[in-house]
């Protein structure tokens, strides 16, 4: 079969170029589609990963808040700590006696020939244990009796044995300071 194309030449052309604008607009309206398609079907995925999106922020601001929380609590928890031991070392400094103060004290109530051996002092039993050498019976007497009316000492107590030997006598006396001696 033969055939023969009796259009002119400028009529082929114009045929042509009709034919692949056709094709063109074709393939154009199929990628539009296909793109249109894609997009509806991508759709719910992207709003799921939108929300999960926000769900994370959300997630992110709580941990973070509660991280700032905790560390707030800690801190809190930290100071009051603190303050509860300066409030110990405040009292301490308040009550505290000072040992040289009590040892002037006790000093100045030496009876010549009295000496003082060993000196102990507990700030918090509020309690002095002193330990010396006394010549003679009479001068550790008159100690013991100048210890037993200052009004520092709300209780001296020396034992017995101290009076057995009439010369050389190496004492031992525990005093109790009153609560309110500063």
Do not use: C, W
């Not at 042509?16 to 990628?31: K, Q, W």
């Not at 992207?46 to 509660?66: C, G, H, N, P, T």
């Amino acid at each position: 079969m033969l055939s023969i194309n009796l259009l002119p030449q400028d009529e082929k052309k114009l045929i042509h170029f009709e034919a692949i604008s056709r094709l063109t607009i074709r393939i154009g309206v199929v990628i539009f589609l296909l793109l249109l398609l894609f997009t509806i079907l991508l759709l719910p995925s992207y709003s799921i990963l939108v929300f999960q999106d926000d769900d994370i922020a959300e997630r992110l601001e709580v941990e973070q808040k509660s991280e700032t929380l905790y560390q707030v609590r800690n801190l809190e928890s930290e100071v009051t700590k603190v303050n509860a031991r300066l409030q110990v070392i405040n009292n301490l400094n308040q009550t505290t006696l000072s040992p040289i103060a009590v040892m002037n004290r006790l000093f100045s109530k030496f009876p010549p020939g009295v000496t003082l051996k060993s000196f102990s002092f507990d700030a918090v039993s509020r309690e002095i244990v002193l330990e010396g050498f006394s010549p003679t019976r009479d001068s550790y007497i008159q100690f013991e009796n100048v210890l037993k009316d200052d009004d520092m000492f709300s209780e001296v107590v020396a034992p017995i044995s101290n009076l057995i030997s009439p010369i050389s006598i190496n004492f031992s006396i525990k005093l109790s300071l009153r609560e309110n001696t500063p």
